[in-house]
């Protein structure tokens, strides 16, 4: 069973987080143009059946639109379609992470209402200019579970404000991939946790990029590093309801 749905594909560069796409990479290493958006043959999955039952089973998360970006200009044609799919399927979870934050209140659907249960939404923030440009109106919307991503992290973040509101339940920091990466800085990393801890977010360092610098050593990691050292390094951070409606460390 996929862990992804990606209903179309092909994407636009729009802020410095896009410059070394991973997709971009992947398709013109092929020959494929990767500004062409399109429908893809998964675009009626989270629908399609098989001998079992739902090929994305009741109780499914998916991480959705992960070759594209689920509020793409190109895909408004598309996504009143992909939304009645979303909405159909209540029992599956769906997670959507996007740069087009400023467009997320005039795609949702009619009857959105407060927010589906089963749709959790991401913000991207690859630097404090593109989070003090997205977080104000990303907090503003109607919606049940949103997160935070930082990835690829391009420099030291100050997003306690914002999660001081106690809107976004988790902050995922990562690095950038690829053979041009761009560094990251585990200080800048800390700095985030730290923020995370004082305002009792859940926190998740996901990888450290190809390029990363820790104690002013910088080192060139491979792609299959650079997940294990970012668990080696045993920074997550989860908090958990008690009794009384408050929160501990999980």
């Given at each position: 069973?996929?862990?992804?749905?990606n209903p179309?594909?092909?994407?636009?560069?729009?802020?410095?987080?896009c410059?070394h796409?991973y997709?971009?990479?992947?398709?013109?290493?092929?020959?494929?143009?990767?500004?062409?958006?399109?429908k893809?043959?998964?675009?009626?999955?989270?629908?399609?059946?098989?001998?079992?039952?739902?090929k994305?089973?009741?109780?499914?998360?998916?991480f959705?639109?992960m070759?594209s970006?689920?509020?793409l200009?190109q895909?408004d044609?598309?996504r009143a379609?992909?939304?009645?799919?979303?909405r159909?399927?209540k029992?599956?979870?769906?997670f959507?992470?996007?740069?087009r934050?400023?467009?997320?209140g005039?795609?949702?659907?009619?009857?959105?209402?407060?927010?589906?249960?089963?749709?959790?939404?991401?913000?991207?923030?690859?630097?404090?200019?593109?989070?003090d440009?997205?977080l104000?109106?990303?907090?503003a919307?109607?919606?049940?579970h949103?997160?935070?991503?930082?990835?690829?992290?391009?420099?030291?973040?100050?997003?306690?404000?914002?999660?001081?509101?106690?809107k976004?339940?988790?902050?995922?920091?990562g690095?950038?991939?690829?053979?041009?990466a761009?560094?990251?800085?585990?200080?800048w990393?800390?700095n985030?946790r730290?923020q995370?801890l004082?305002t009792?977010?859940?926190f998740h360092f996901?990888q450290t990029?190809?390029?990363f610098?820790?104690?002013?050593?910088r080192?060139?990691?491979e792609?299959?590093?650079?997940m294990?050292?970012?668990?080696?390094?045993?920074i997550d951070?989860?908090?958990e309801?008690?009794?009384?409606g408050?929160t501990?460390?999980?």
């Amino acid at each position: 069973m996929k862990d992804t749905w990606n209903p179309w594909h092909g994407c636009r560069k729009i802020s410095e987080g896009c410059a070394h796409c991973y997709m971009y990479r992947r398709d013109l290493s092929v020959g494929r143009d990767p500004t062409q958006i399109e429908k893809t043959a998964d675009f009626a999955l989270p629908m399609k059946k098989g001998k079992n039952g739902w090929k994305i089973p009741d109780g499914s998360s998916i991480f959705t639109c992960m070759t594209s970006d689920f509020f793409l200009e190109q895909a408004d044609s598309w996504r009143a379609e992909a939304w009645e799919m979303i909405r159909v399927r209540k029992s599956v979870h769906f997670f959507i992470i996007t740069k087009r934050v400023l467009r997320i209140g005039a795609c949702l659907p009619p009857d959105w209402g407060e927010g589906w249960e089963n749709v959790s939404i991401g913000a991207t923030a690859e630097n404090q200019k593109r989070l003090d440009q997205r977080l104000d109106e990303f907090l503003a919307l109607p919606l049940k579970h949103r997160f935070l991503v930082c990835e690829p992290m391009l420099g030291n973040m100050d997003a306690e404000k914002y999660l001081a509101t106690g809107k976004i339940r988790r902050v995922i920091a990562g690095g950038e991939s690829g053979p041009e990466a761009q560094e990251l800085d585990y200080d800048w990393v800390l700095n985030l946790r730290e923020q995370c801890l004082r305002t009792r977010t859940d926190f998740h360092f996901k990888q450290t990029g190809a390029n990363f610098i820790k104690d002013g050593k910088r080192y060139r990691l491979e792609r299959a590093l650079q997940m294990p050292q970012a668990r080696r390094a045993r920074i997550d951070l989860s908090w958990e309801k008690d009794d009384e409606g408050g929160t501990r460390m999980g």
